[in-house]
């Protein structure tokens, strides 16, 4: 089986650039809160540094975190309500995570694509709630923002360049609906966040945090990449160095076929 999360993702430097990814759209919280038939228990796998397990302590009796990445899991028990009483951290992947007793909610955020449906959906099976519902995210990058079309042809160049695949290859999307042919789709909601602030600097960061771009798969070339961007992006940022822009975030609520 293949490495879940991705090796990347297990580096303590890939870890450290998580902070820099900008926030989901409100409106996905919401909405799998409202969804939510029972708020007695939530999984979240794949759940990194806690980007939706931790802000949902405050609503589900219990929150489980799963992540095969020992650095994510420090990272997240830093962060805020990283370490509150109703949230347990387990350091695996989510094919052989040690789940216990039944989920009234399982979100995905940024993570089913790495998953083997094969493998995890039968054993998700017995850990399911009744009415249970699964929350699949995706989407932190920015949104047509007034770079859009330079950033474009950044991908075109890069992508090719560190991961031999076109962007958005037909190998790329079938990592993205793999899982399909296991799931009841209930609906698909798409959310605009509110106008977000990051220095050029920090945006950048924000690639190393993903694993097209990691630092290991950049290498010598780290400093084109960031020489480049840097070029690409400064004349878009006000007299501090700000970017402004927005994220979408995708939604799809679920059942277990």
Excluded at 98 to 124: N, Q, R
Excluded at 217 to 242: C, I, M, T
Aim: overall charge negative.
């Amino acid at each position: 089986m293949p490495d879940i999360a991705g090796t990347t993702f297990k580096a303590p430097e890939v870890a450290g650039y998580y902070p820099h990814r900008p926030p989901y759209a409100h409106q996905v919280y919401e909405c799998i809160i409202d969804r939510s038939s029972a708020t007695q228990r939530l999984l979240d796998l794949g759940c990194g540094e806690g980007k939706i397990a931790r802000p949902m302590t405050k609503v589900f009796d219990q929150v489980c975190a799963v992540d095969p990445s020992a650095n994510m899991i420090k990272l997240g028990r830093s962060l805020e309500r990283g370490r509150t009483d109703n949230l347990e951290w387990i350091e695996a992947a989510a094919e052989e995570a040690p789940l216990t007793g039944k989920f009234d909610t399982v979100t995905f955020a940024s993570s089913i694509h790495w998953m083997e449906p094969g493998s995890l959906f039968p054993k998700l099976g017995k850990h399911l709630s009744e009415n249970h519902i699964l929350a699949i995210i995706n989407g932190d990058a920015a949104f047509q923002p007034p770079w859009q079309d330079e950033w474009q042809q950044f991908l075109a160049k890069w992508v090719p360049q560190v991961t031999g695949e076109e962007v958005n290859s037909n190998k790329w999307r079938a990592t993205q609906t793999k899982h399909l042919d296991y799931i009841n789709i209930l609906e698909t909601n798409e959310y605009v966040s509110q106008p977000f602030g990051q220095t050029v600097e920090d945006f950048i960061l924000c690639q190393h945090s993903r694993d097209t771009f990691a630092p290991v798969k950049l290498g010598s070339r780290r400093h084109e990449f960031h020489n480049e961007l840097n070029a690409l992006l400064q004349p878009h940022a006000n007299r501090e160095g700000q970017l402004t822009f927005q994220v979408k975030t995708h939604l799809t609520l679920a059942t277990l076929k």
